[in-house]
């Protein structure tokens, strides 16, 4: 397949980008043979194959979310460059 430099035009507007006129032809040679292999894969025997998103199954791979005990307040405090009262201080965000 021979993209045009119409077509090549086309793509680099969709993907915001400039090109030269220079890159036009450099562009449409590579982005042809891109599709080139592309269409070798319509070739390929795909009846009776189920579409899918993933080739392998997907499972959550995270921990279960089961509660546990926290962390004593002496020790999170001890931990805190500033403490007051039983609670982190922090600079003021809104004034």
């Known amino acids: 397949m ?4 119409e077509q090549v035009h086309h793509i680099a507007r969709l993907a915001r980008i ?17 599709l080139d292999h592309f269409s ?6 795909t009846e009776g194959v189920e579409p899918t998103a993933h080739p392998l199954p997907l499972g959550n791979v ?8 926290s962390l004593p307040l002496e020790e999170v405090l ?18």
């Open 18 to 34: 400039a090109v030269s006129d220079d890159d036009v032809e450099q562009f449409a040679g590579q982005l042809s043979s891109l």
């Open 2 to 5: 021979s993209l045009s430099k």
């Open 40 to 45: 070798t894969l319509s070739a390929v025997d």
């Open 78 to 95: 001890a931990n805190a460059p500033e403490h007051e009262d039983g609670y982190l201080r922090v600079r003021a965000v809104l004034e």
């Open 62 to 69: 995270m921990r279960a979310d089961e509660p546990a005990p």
